[in-house]
C-alpha cells in the first residue's frame, strides 16, 4: 500500500508541475502587464512624478487626490460625462440588443443574414468606426444631407461634434449602433438555452406573447442578463477610443472621460503621478459599482 501511495503522489507532483508549466506563460504576462503596472500606478499616485523630467519624483501624499475633486474641473466634467455615457448606453444597449437578439431568433428564410448584417460594426476597428461616423457627422455629412432632405430643407442639422449639447449625446449613438450587435448576440445565445416545450406549456395555458416573455423568456435569461450586464458597464466606464478619435475630449471638455483624462494628463502632458492618481479613482469606481452589482444579482435564498 505504501509503496502504491507514494507512486500516487508522484504522479500527483507531475501532473502539478506539467501544469504549472503550461500555466506560467498566462500567469508571467499577467505579473508583467497587469499585476506590475497596478502596483507602480499605485505608488506613483502619491508622487508628483512626470514622464520627462530631471528632478526624481516627490512624495506627495494625497494632494494629487485632493487636486482632482477640488482644483481640477476638467476632472470633475470627466467624472459626469463617464457617468451619463454608462447610464444611457446600459439600459438602452441591453435592452436593444434583447430586441433584436428576440427578432432574430425567429425561424424565417434568410434570418442568417439579419444576424451577420447586425453583427459586422463589432468586427469592425472601433478606430474606423470612430474615423467613419466622424465624416458622417459633420455639418456638411451625410447625416445632415438626410435630414435636410427628410424636412424639406426645413431643419440643416447641427454641426454635431462641434456643439457642446451634441458632442456626447452623438458619440452615445455611434457607440450603440457599434456594439449592440455584440450583445445581441450574448442574447441570442441564452434565448436558444430556453427548452422549447416551456414556451408550449404555456402556449396550452393561453399566455400571450408578452406573458410568454415575462414567465419564461426573462427569468431564462438570468445568467445571460447579468453578464450582459457586467460587460457594458465596465465598456462604457472605460470609453476611451471614442472621444480620442472624433473630439479629442471637446468641444470644451464635453466628451471627455475618465480615461481620455487619465491619458491626456499620463502623457500627453507628462503628468503621470496625477494621471496615475486618475486612473487609480477610476479602478476604485469601477470596483464599486461591480460589487454593487454582484450584490443586486446574486442568487437569493
Do not use: C
Not at 24 to 50: D, K
Not at 282 to 295: N, T
Amino acid at each position: 500500500m505504501s509503496l502504491k501511495r507514494s507512486g500516487q503522489q508522484k504522479s500527483h507532483r507531475r501532473e502539478a508541475l506539467v501544469g504549472a508549466t503550461m500555466a506560467s506563460p498566462a500567469l508571467i504576462l499577467l505579473i508583467l502587464f497587469m499585476l506590475i503596472p497596478v502596483i507602480l500606478a499605485f505608488a506613483l499616485s502619491f508622487t508628483n512624478a512626470r514622464l520627462i523630467s530631471p528632478q526624481p519624483p516627490r512624495f506627495v501624499g494625497l494632494d494629487n487626490f485632493i487636486r482632482a475633486f477640488t482644483s481640477d474641473p476638467v476632472f470633475l466634467k470627466s467624472l459626469v460625462n463617464t457617468f451619463i455615457f454608462a447610464a444611457v448606453i446600459v439600459p438602452v444597449q441591453a435592452g436593444f440588443g434583447l430586441f433584436l437578439a428576440i427578432m432574430v431568433n425567429q425561424k424565417l428564410r434568410g434570418i442568417t443574414w439579419f444576424r451577420v448584417i447586425f453583427f459586422i460594426p463589432v468586427v469592425t476597428s472601433i478606430v474606423v468606426v470612430s474615423i467613419l461616423w466622424k465624416f458622417l457627422y459633420r455639418q456638411e455629412g451625410l447625416i445632415n444631407s438626410m435630414l435636410d432632405t427628410l424636412t424639406f430643407g426645413y431643419w440643416n442639422g447641427p454641426n454635431w461634434l462641434n456643439d457642446p449639447s451634441t458632442a456626447l449625446p452623438a458619440i452615445i449613438f455611434m457607440s450603440i449602433w457599434q456594439a449592440v450587435g455584440f450583445h445581441m448576440l450574448i442574447w441570442l445565445s441564452g434565448l436558444q438555452t430556453i427548452p422549447e416545450e416551456l414556451y408550449e406549456a404555456a402556449k396550452m395555458d393561453g399566455a400571450t406573447t408578452w406573458q410568454q416573455f415575462v414567465n419564461v423568456t426573462w427569468p431564462g435569461l438570468k445568467t445571460t442578463r447579468v453578464f450582459v450586464l457586467i460587460q457594458i458597464t465596465i465598456a462604457a466606464l472605460g470609453l476611451f477610443v471614442q472621444p480620442d478619435v472624433m473630439t479629442q475630449g471637446g468641444p470644451v471638455n464635453a466628451t471627455s472621460t475618465l480615461v481620455y483624462h487619465a491619458v491626456r494628463k499620463g502623457y500627453r502632458e507628462l503628468e503621470t503621478g496625477y494621471g496615475a492618481t486618475i486612473s487609480l479613482i477610476f479602478f476604485i469606481l469601477v470596483l464599486i459599482i461591480a460589487l454593487i452589482q454582484h450584490y443586486l444579482t446574486r442568487e437569493k435564498d
